[in-house]
């Protein structure tokens, strides 16, 4: 993405702070990657599938029920209250897979067998060795996992007793006279149509500054955010914040970060090895998506194509591979570059990534 960038007359200078910041919010923000690590074109092409098919919205979820609820919605189609076969509080320790069947063994010693299993764990769980698997993964399936990258993004947030800030400004961008990346983006939740006299603001921080303040007390955080509100807004005098609080993403064992980023020089036959099945233990969630990696609609999309392949299996209708159930296509050796034609189904990029404008139309 820097080579891209550099191209497209793209130069910031290392030093020169407030370009630094721009670049953060027009990258980093979104992969939580700096360009230097990303991939230029897995990079564009998960924002091209997502912003171009579906809509340049990109609004903070403010429901008072919560983000939940649509989960639950679904979940209660096929779901009973207090259904049994939904298993709450309840850790996988162990997975063991073969060609006849999956046993998933908990951290208390109870078990399921079953004749198929869809692995949803985030990348980072795979990555960090979380659960056992036996057998040992297969080298192309231990290749991909660790190649792709687990991003963090943390949201801090502090309410104050006033709205200090200007009530009619989402967003304010600060840039460090030292440090890129260091609490660049500030965003109002008084603002109409968030929640207006609510006195909250909250700052993002991603990658290895999500990792140190993760890894740090609350107190120490807030001091920090402190001191760059009082930078930002020199002529107010900044209260202390009545509550604060940030989730700890890169420490909680069922994620150990918050999404996938694509990194230099990766390939789709590289990706299509993180998607596909090993036997009948098969796999799905952003991660897996090459069309929408790091969205929620991307792990939509391949838990329902990954609950489709097994469903064939199980009621005798899958044909073959080329009928869109089954095995998914994998590759024991890889190539050094993504060629034009595995721009493919078979490889999970089921519509064009490629989009040209036409007057103001945009088309693959």
Known sequence: MRAGLSQAGWKPKKLDMAAQAVEWWQWDWETSYPPD??????????????????SEENNLVTDPRGFNTWLKGVAG?????NDTRLLLNTIVSAIDYSSSGVKVTMEDGSCIEADYALCTFSLG???????????????????AIATFQMGTYTKLYLQFNETFWDPDTQFFLYASPTRRGYYPVWQSLSTEGFLPDSNIIFATVVGRESYRVEAQDDETTKAELMAVLREMFPDVDVPEPIAFMYPRWTTEPWAYGSYSNWPVGTTLENHQNLRANIERLYFAGEHT???YFGFLHGAWFEG?????????????????VESGCGDYYRYEVLHGTTEFAEFNAFNGIGVSPFFVAESDDVEA
């Open 77 to 81: 189609t096929f779901l009973k209250p």
């Open 125 to 143: 769980v795979l990555q960090n060795d979380a659960v056992s698997i036996t057998p040992a993964l297969p080298d192309w399936k231990d290749t």
């Open 304 to 320: 329902q194509e990954a609950g489709m392949r097994i469903a064939g299996m199980v009621t005798k209708e899958c044909v073959n």
């Open 37 to 54: 690590e990303s991939s230029f074109v897995f990079g564009i092409t998960g924002y091209n599938l997502t912003f171009y098919q579906y």
């Open 289 to 291: 998506s090459a069309e």
